[in-house]
């Protein structure tokens, strides 16, 4: 820096060159009116004010330009012999002496000031720049959002155009438009090929365009290219630029990927992708374990209900119990399974429904008939009016949640209860509730009865169950926009699930004329 | 039905499975042939006489639904598919490939038995051009253009009995949303299902002795609609009613 400064092309000091002496003429002349009027000595002294201006405005070069000027302009107009650059008395040459010693000191100190404040400044930019990076890390919620973070970083200390690339696959996927920078072509390849490590990666490679850009590839850490592969547009700089820039460039990396590692970045990254790379497996293994576990279970099922009406077994009272309760307990498998897979449906892919408009009884019968074996022993009571509007829906999801929902009601009430359905508008919104005589919810039951693998501790050990029925019936409602809530009068005083969805009647599409003809 | 035994071809790679489809098929008087691959299937249907297909939608060789669609270029068989995690989209595909009805498994014999009579009746409805549906007090008599409930003439507006006729067309077996709407208002109303809803609404108040829980007109939620005939059905969709001795129509 220093170097540059003092060495570097005279044409980059002659403003303020300009200036300094613009200032020295102006003091001149307004001494020169005092000096006249007054009748002051001599004002050498006075020249230090231009002296500690240039200094800290423009640097040392105008600064000792100014000492100079002083010196000269002091020594023609206001020392005897005046119009002249000689100097008479000895006094007063020891005043000039003085004067350029202090001037030059002064320069000094002031520019040393100067620069201190300019790499302040520079810190401070810096350290907003690497807190808002480091911000932006701690948030980042999988490896590309790193990744963001890193090219954005990069680009703001930079001042450049910087893509930067997590590996060789992304790089040859890519159409090459990036954050809003087209990569050539030819940088991709180079990119595939550094991020494939078939490149030297430590100083990078320059890569020219057709169009005569010059960009710079490598990897953001020479030790590891977890980190990515970054490629910079430098322009069309020449040669002697760009290798000051590529110098630059490797200065920021090294900060950069020391403060990446010591953010712990590798290792962020390698667990994201660990991450994300478990869940599949177990979202694949839950997949494909239920698929298993059903295959059989289809025979299973299948064989006992053909034996259970089998002539051969038709007087044999006590086989033909067992044959049920082989088809029974086979059922109930089968919906645990089915219950496990929709879990890992909602937790992995969310839920997509297929929304038409659908008649709320079609969907309330359809569900009371899917349970129609499970609620065979309960008073089962159906209040809903025929008028109902229709409502814009996924009417086998609101089923299904339906479906547990009774489930739920039945299993923690008496044989011969009743469990009543009721539906109703109010305010815009299609109210169904189902109401059980069952066991109540005591207040901290109904907190969390929503909750995945939720059980009601008083009957854990009476009742079966894995505790994902209301947690799935609850986010298949929510996909829906529907809510879903639990209320009871308290312990044994039986429970109310209600479902509120929206009715949007004026969304509601109008027959065209003729469309009863 | 006093005719000779129907014929089932039971295409599944499942071994078990073929084992009880046989097995349950047998005891109820039909006679069964097995396939274990879509070649295989395809091989039988065209070599030998078949009154009903059943097919399992995961082949090792081939996908169910192109079972299917293939046995379906020349043949009217009904086709009845079995399929594991049936999504309603994939239903309503199969439906329109040509597949007749579909059963979810795991399934209860008794399901699989109702559904099957349907669609051999309809079949042998087809063939005969009986023009008189029965579906419980409901009489729809398709030449004349007359509805009965209960022998009283009903009053429908025109679009009312076209879409009775559609579903009488079919009945027993499911037709989609598209069919009906496409059938009763046109192509360019297919995706309209809100007119559906609300003919039917105004249908089954005219044709249900029970609007309100309706057993003649039922919904298939996502799927379409079934107009249900009197015996076979009943309470099938459950294995609950297997303590019922099952019906041999043969």
């Not at chain 1, 307004?30 to 002051?40: K, M, T």
């Not at chain 2, 249907?45 to 192109?66: C, F, K, S």
């Amino acid at each position: 820096m220093d170097n540059a400064t003092l060495l570097g092309p005279i044409r980059k000091q002659l403003p303020g060159i300009f200036f300094t002496l613009g200032l020295v003429a102006a003091l001149t002349a307004i001494l020169f009116i005092v000096v006249w009027e007054s009748g002051l000595a001599h004002g050498s002294i006075v020249y230090l004010i231009p002296v500690v201006i240039a200094a800290t405005r423009w640097g040392i070069v105008p600064a000792l330009v100014a000492a100079v000027c002083g010196l000269l302009a002091s020594a023609y107009f206001f020392y005897p012999p005046a119009y002249s650059f000689r100097v008479k008395e000895p006094q007063e040459v020891i005043d000039l002496v003085l004067f350029v010693f202090v001037a030059v000191a002064v320069s000094q100190l002031a520019n040393r000031l100067k620069r201190q404040l300019e790499m302040a400044r520079q810190r401070e930019i810096d350290l907003r720049d690497l807190y808002a990076f480091s911000r932006r890390l701690a948030v980042a919620f999988d490896v590309s959002d790193i990744h963001a973070a890193i090219e954005d970083h990069l680009a703001s200390i930079m001042q450049r155009n910087v893509v930067l690339f997590s590996g060789a696959r992304e790089a040859s996927d890519s159409s090459g438009r990036r954050a809003g920078t087209t990569v050539p072509q030819r940088v991709l390849a180079e990119v595939v090929e550094v991020a494939a490590g078939r490149h030297d990666t430590v100083g990078g490679t320059i890569v020219t365009t057709e169009s005569g850009e010059i960009w710079l590839v490598r990897a953001v850490s020479p030790k590891s290219l977890e980190f990515g592969v970054i490629a910079i547009n430098l322009g069309r700089e020449s040669n002697e630029r760009s290798d000051e820039l590529r110098i630059r460039v490797d200065a920021v990396l090294a900060d950069a990927t020391a403060t990446l590692e010591r953010l712990g970045v590798a290792h962020a990254i390698s667990e994201a992708r660990m991450r994300s790379q478990t869940d599949q497996l177990r979202e694949a293994l839950i997949g494909s374990v239920s698929h298993e576990l059903r295959t059989p279970l289809a025979s299973i099922l299948g064989a006992a209900t053909v034996l259970s009406t089998a002539p051969a077994l038709r007087q044999e009272k006590k086989l033909t119990a067992l044959v049920h309760d082989v088809r029974d307990e086979a059922e109930r498998l089968n919906n645990d399974i089915q219950n496990l897979l929709d879990a890992t449906r909602i937790s992995s892919d969310g839920i997509k429904p297929h929304v038409e408009w659908a008649d709320p009884g079609d969907i309330i019968n359809s569900a009371v008939d899917r349970c129609r074996h499970r609620l065979a022993d309960r008073r089962v009571v159906i209040d809903v009016p025929p008028d109902l509007p229709l409502i814009h829906v996924d009417p086998v999801l609101i089923q299904q949640a339906l479906v547990q929902i009774f489930d739920n009601a039945v299993k923690y009430s008496e044989s011969g209860s009743q469990i009543k359905v009721a539906a109703r508008t109010q305010d815009g919104r299609l109210n169904i509730d189902v109401a059980d005589k069952g066991a109540g919810l005591t207040i901290p039951e109904t907190a969390k009865i929503w909750d995945r693998f939720a059980r009601g501790e008083r009957h854990a050990a009476t009742t079966s169950g894995s505790g994902l029925g209301l947690w799935i019936a609850s986010a298949f409602i929510g996909a829906n926009d529907g809510k879903v809530s639990a209320t009871s009068e308290g312990p044994g005083l039986g429970t109310t699930v209600s479902i509120e969805l929206p009715v949007s009647q004026a969304a509601l599409p109008q027959f065209e004329s003729g469309a009863d003809e | 039905m006093s005719e000779p035994a129907p014929i089932v071809l039971v295409v599944d790679d499942e071994i078990q499975i073929r084992r009880f489809l046989r097995t349950g098929f047998e005891l109820n008087g039909f006679v069964v042939h097995e396939a274990g691959t879509g070649a295989e299937a395809i091989r039988t249907a065209t070599l030998r006489p078949i009154d009903l297909v059943i097919v399992d939608l995961g082949l090792p060789d081939m996908d169910g639904a192109e079972v299917v669609e293939r046995i379906r270029s020349w043949s009217s068989v009904p086709i009845i598919v079995l399929s594991v995690r049936s999504t309603e989209a994939q239903k309503v595909h199969l439906l329109e490939l040509g597949a007749d009805d579909y059963v979810v498994k795991p399934f209860g014999m008794a399901e699989l038995l109702a559904r099957v009579r349907v669609a051999l009746r309809r079949q042998m409805r087809a063939v005969s051009g009986e023009p008189t549906v029965k579906a419980g007090p409901l009489t729809i008599d398709l030449a004349a253009r007359a509805v009965l409930l209960n022998d009283k003439r009903l009053t429908l507006t025109p679009k009312e009995y076209r879409l009775l006729q559609v579903l009488a067309q079919h009945a027993g077996n499911v037709v989609t949303h598209q069919h009906l709407l496409k059938e009763v208002w046109g192509s360019i109303h297919v995706h309209d299902t809100h007119y559906l809803r609300i003919f039917v609404r105004k249908l089954r108040q005219k044709i249900e002795p029970h609007p309100d829980t309706p057993k003649i007109l039922v919904t298939e939620l996502g799927v379409g609609y079934r107009l249900v005939q009197s015996g076979a059905e009943g309470d099938a969709g459950a294995w609950s009613d297997t303590n019922a001795p099952a019906k041999s129509e043969t």
